[in-house]
C-alpha cells in the first residue's frame, strides 16, 4: 500500500484530522487540525509532518493549526487564497460566532490554486478549488490510490452548508458536479462523520444523482 490514511475526528464541532502517510518514506500530510491533542501528536510520532492542508478556513478546521505549526515548524500551511483570511481573522473563519478568543492567529505558508500539486514521498496530491461552502473551499486528489478528501464540500449522503457568509448554492453544485464527473472511483474522506465511496455517493448522495454532466 502506497499510503495510509488515519482520521481523527476532534475539535469543538468534530470535524477529522484526516493523516496521510507515505508509506515508503514515512513522510506525512495532515488534512484539516480542528485541534491539536495529545492523541493526534501520539499518531503522528516517528513521522515527518510536511504538510499541513487545509479544506477550508472555518474554524472547526483550523483551531488546531498554530499548535501543529509549533511542534512541526517544518510543515507548510497551505489554505487556498481565497480562505486565507480566516487563519487571521476570527470574523472571516466565523470563530467568533461559537468560541471568541480561542483561535490562535498565524500566516500560512502556501496560498493554493486549483491543479496545484502537493508532494511529500511518493505521493502527490492535486488540488480540486470547489466553492459553495467558502469561496476558497478544496477538495485534495491522490489520483494514484484513489482516495478524495472533501472537506465540508462532499459527505457521506449530503453536502455542505451554504447558509455561511461567502457560501453559494450554485458555486456548491458546480462544485459536486466536478466531482461527481471525476474519473473512476474514490475512498472519500469528508471533513465529517464516516468515509464513503464516490460511486456510493453517485448513486445514493441526494445531490448527486440526479445531475446532470
Not at 478556513?57 to 493549526?65: A, K, M, N, Q, S
Request: hydrophobic letters at 35%; one cysteine or more.
Amino acid at each position: 500500500m502506497a499510503v495510509t490514511v488515519q482520521s481523527l475526528p476532534q475539535g469543538p464541532i468534530a470535524a477529522n484530522t484526516h493523516i496521510i502517510t507515505d508509506t515508503a518514506t514515512g513522510k506525512i500530510a495532515l488534512v484539516d487540525a480542528g485541534d491539536c491533542t495529545d492523541t493526534l501528536l501520539s499518531m503522528l510520532s516517528g513521522g515527518a509532518v510536511e504538510y499541513i492542508l487545509l479544506t477550508h478556513g472555518h474554524f472547526d478546521h483550523i483551531l488546531g493549526v498554530a499548535a501543529l505549526k509549533q511542534q512541526f515548524p517544518k510543515a507548510q500551511i497551505c489554505v487556498h487564497a481565497l480562505d486565507a483570511d480566516c487563519l487571521t481573522d476570527e470574523e472571516e473563519s466565523l470563530c467568533s460566532w461559537e468560541c471568541a478568543g480561542q483561535q490562535t492567529m498565524i500566516q500560512p505558508d502556501r496560498l493554493l490554486q486549483d491543479g496545484d500539486k502537493i508532494t511529500f514521498g511518493e505521493t502527490e496530491l492535486t488540488v480540486l478549488h470547489t466553492p459553495g461552502h467558502t469561496k476558497g473551499g478544496v477538495c485534495y486528489a491522490d489520483l494514484k490510490n484513489r482516495n478524495l478528501f472533501t472537506g465540508d464540500t462532499l459527505f457521506c449522503l449530503t453536502a455542505g452548508r451554504t447558509d455561511f457568509p461567502g457560501g453559494s448554492d450554485e458555486d456548491l453544485l458546480a462544485s459536486l458536479i466536478r466531482l461527481k464527473n471525476l474519473d473512476g472511483d474514490f475512498t472519500v474522506y469528508p471533513g465529517h462523520n464516516r468515509a464513503t465511496t464516490l460511486d456510493y455517493e453517485r448513486t445514493h448522495n441526494r445531490y448527486m444523482r440526479r445531475m446532470g454532466k
